[in-house]
């Protein structure tokens, strides 16, 4: 039976509410972040979803040494800590090794894998043993009936609050390709499973020293998430994508989520054999 995980005062899983994580890729400032964490939450509260804001405080998988990484771990905890509080709502953080699992546990409420570390027991293992829910994304290299071994790393170390992430799969160089059996693929691990949208559509590595994207189809590639069953979507956004720190090439404008959010909950609807609540519309 398909478990839902708790986050904050809400559920992700089957029967439940579409959940969205979302925000800018890596924490670029505090007003930057309150101001995002503002408009995302405002936007959110119109449609029958849950939300997750998520923002990272280091991007350690850079192309090029000179790219931007984010505020650090202490200072970013900092700025999560005064977005959750403020507008009380639950926060994501990407996390990279065991000793900053353990500290952001303190203040986030969803710690992510990111894909390229899904294999590292010792992150997987104190991550899972913070307590906190952690989102675990597919690794590129990965077939995604292989998650069941990554799976069991963290329920062996005594948590069950996992969220498992698709995000593509390499398809040669400096590309990927989104392969939506995938979802109820992981699902038969019994957990809910998000879908990536942006970085789906990334091109890694594809302009030499950052990675090039495709944003054009982040919103063909939600749709199809949510027709093939996803429970949760992760669709990082941006007041203004060409000035974005970190994956400019890729992450979604603010101004286009508004009408992907209402097809979305819709296609949602119609998917799950559910009302379309008359929440906002």
Same mark, same amino acid.
């Given at each position: 039976?398909? /478990? +839902?995980?708790?986050?904050?005062?809400?559920?992700?899983?089957?029967?439940?509410?579409? =959940?969205?994580?979302?925000?800018? =890729?890596?924490?670029?400032? #505090?007003?930057?972040?309150?101001?995002?964490?503002?408009?995302?939450? /405002?936007?959110?509260?119109?449609?029958?979803?849950?939300?997750?804001? $998520?923002?990272?405080?280091?991007?350690?998988?850079?192309?090029?040494?000179?790219?931007?990484?984010?505020?650090?771990?202490? #200072?970013?905890?900092?700025?999560?800590?005064?977005?959750?509080?403020?507008? %009380?709502?639950?926060?994501?953080?990407?996390?990279?090794?065991? #000793? %900053?699992?353990?500290? !952001?546990?303190?203040? =986030?409420?969803?710690?992510?894998?990111?894909?390229?570390?899904?294999?590292?027991? %010792? &992150?997987?293992?104190?991550? !899972?043993?913070?307590?906190?829910?952690?989102?675990? $994304? $597919?690794?590129?290299?990965?077939?995604?009936?292989?998650?069941?071994?990554?799976?069991? +790393?963290?329920?062996?170390?005594?948590?069950? /609050?996992?969220?498992?992430?698709?995000?593509?799969?390499?398809?040669?160089?400096?590309?990927?390709?989104?392969?939506?059996?995938?979802?109820?693929?992981?699902? $038969?691990?019994?957990?809910?499973?998000?879908? %990536?949208?942006?970085?789906?559509?990334?091109?890694?590595?594809?302009?030499?020293?950052?990675?090039?994207?495709?944003?054009?189809?982040?919103?063909?590639? !939600? /749709?199809?998430?949510?027709?093939?069953?996803?429970?949760?979507?992760?669709?990082?956004?941006?007041?203004?994508?060409?000035?974005?720190?970190?994956?400019?090439?890729?992450?979604?404008?603010?101004?286009?989520?508004?009408?992907?959010?209402?097809?979305?909950?819709? &296609?949602? !609807?119609?998917?799950?054999?559910?009302?379309?609540?008359?929440?906002?519309?």
């Amino acid at each position: 039976m398909s /478990k +839902k995980v708790p986050v904050k005062d809400f559920l992700i899983g089957v029967s439940e509410p579409l =959940c969205f994580i979302s925000g800018p =890729c890596v924490i670029e400032s #505090e007003d930057s972040a309150m101001y995002a964490a503002e408009h995302l939450k /405002k936007l959110m509260s119109q449609f029958p979803v849950n939300f997750i804001y $998520k923002s990272s405080y280091d991007k350690a998988n850079r192309s090029s040494i000179d790219t931007f990484r984010g505020p650090g771990i202490e #200072e970013g905890l900092r700025i999560l800590q005064k977005v959750k509080e403020q507008f %009380d709502i639950p926060v994501l953080t990407d996390v990279h090794s065991p #000793e %900053d699992a353990r500290s !952001a546990a303190q203040v =986030c409420d969803v710690l992510q894998i990111p894909a390229f570390l899904c294999r590292q027991t %010792d &992150l997987v293992v104190a991550a !899972a043993q913070t307590g906190a829910v952690i989102n675990i $994304k $597919k690794g590129q290299f990965m077939a995604p009936w292989n998650m069941g071994s990554i799976v069991d +790393k963290a329920v062996q170390s005594g948590n069950e /609050k996992i969220i498992l992430t698709d995000r593509g799969v390499t398809f040669g160089y400096n590309n990927l390709v989104s392969d939506m059996r995938a979802i109820p693929e992981m699902q $038969k691990f019994g957990y809910p499973v998000c879908f %990536d949208a942006t970085h789906s559509v990334q091109l890694p590595g594809g302009l030499g020293t950052s990675s090039g994207g495709q944003r054009q189809h982040i919103a063909l590639l !939600a /749709k199809c998430a949510v027709a093939a069953g996803a429970n949760c979507l992760f669709l990082e956004s941006h007041p203004s994508p060409k000035d974005a720190l970190s994956d400019s090439a890729s992450v979604m404008d603010f101004a286009d989520l508004p009408s992907l959010l209402k097809i979305l909950c819709e &296609l949602y !609807a119609v998917v799950n054999n559910v009302p379309v609540l008359e929440k906002s519309f």
